[in-house]
Nanobody, 127 residues
């Protein structure tokens, strides 16, 4: 599956952005989808994930209550609505796809759980 992320940009602290990731090539509803992010000098960090049917979601503690992951299987697209953005949210955001949903939260939050990756979109939050 090929993934194309979009929607990044520059926003002031407290603002909002909505990221989108369009999938192509294979049946989108066969994949668990996730968003991860990476800041300069840091390891890639889990942000959120959503199951095949969109019923179950999983968030990193640092974004819970501010970010919302959703998906539209008819459009083969996963979204990340980001509200109340903080400067520490500044990163390149990647969408990723996995063929499985691990019962372990730690496993789901690992970059190694994902099989396919998009190219990333830059999000910069100014203070």
């Amino acid at each position: 599956v090929q993934l194309q992320a979009s929607g990044g940009g520059l926003v002031q602290a407290g603002g909002s952005l909505r990221l989108a990731c369009a999938a192509s090539g294979r049946t989108f509803s066969n994949y668990v989808m996730g968003w991860l992010r990476q800041s300069p000098g840091k390891e890639r960090e889990f942000v959120a994930a959503i199951t095949w049917n969109g019923v179950t979601t999983h968030y990193a503690g640092s974004v819970k209550g501010r970010f919302t992951i959703s998906r539209d299987n008819a459009k083969s697209t996963v979204y990340l609505q980001m509200n109340s953005l903080k400067p520490e949210d500044t990163a390149v955001y990647y969408c990723a796809a996995s063929t499985s949903w691990s019962p372990s939260r730690n496993t789901r939050a690992s970059a190694s759980a994902y099989d396919y990756w998009g190219q990333g979109t830059q999000v910069t939050v100014s203070s």
